[in-house]
């Protein structure tokens, strides 16, 4: 009765002018963000993500670019052309690695929800690590306009749209 429903659902829709939520939490701008490098968003625009799970999540079909010997950030190209860094919190590199576990390595090609990194966010705060985390389009000259989608999301919601 409902097999036009079914068919919709096959449709593959085109997301390439939309970054989904690497994290689930409440998306902020960079200008909230505690840290004048994200802020002054001297790395690129985008939004931040204060999480409220410790994992980060592919928002597409990409190849993993860059892993921080740190492991406390992940870059990604994405299907899209999207250059995207996902720096999770502030002055986590002094950590060095600890509470931080990347599932992936450098080349991988992964698929959008694929967990890319677990980090324990209750250390992180118990540290006193201010666990917002930056999602940078790293190539940011490539697109007219990027604009934020602001409010609480889950994994792979839209958090931001972008125009060439």
Do not use: W
């Not at 928002?59 to 993993?64: D, F, K, S, T």
């Not at 677990?118 to 697109?143: H, M, P, R, V, W």
């Amino acid at each position: 009765m409902f097999d036009f429903l079914k068919k919709n659902k096959e449709i593959e829709v085109d997301d390439s002018n939309v970054i989904k939520a690497p994290l689930e939490g409440k998306v902020i701008t960079m200008k909230e963000v505690n840290d004048p490098i994200f802020a002054e968003e001297l790395l690129g625009k985008g939004v931040a993500i204060q999480p409220i799970k410790g994992r980060v999540v592919a928002p597409a079909n990409a190849e993993v670019t860059t892993i921080a010997d740190t492991k406390h950030a992940i870059g990604l190209t994405l299907a899209s052309g999207v250059e995207l860094l996902i720096h999770v919190g502030l002055d986590t590199v002094k950590l060095n690695g600890e509470y931080f576990t990347p599932c992936v390595k450098i080349g991988d090609k992964v698929k959008v929800g694929t967990v890319l990194m677990e980090f324990n966010l209750e250390q992180l705060k118990k540290k006193g690590f201010d666990t917002t985390t930056a999602i940078i389009i790293s190539n940011t000259a490539d697109y007219s306009e990027i604009r934020p989608i602001l409010g609480k999301v889950r994994e792979l919601d839209k958090i931001i749209e972008l125009s060439r």
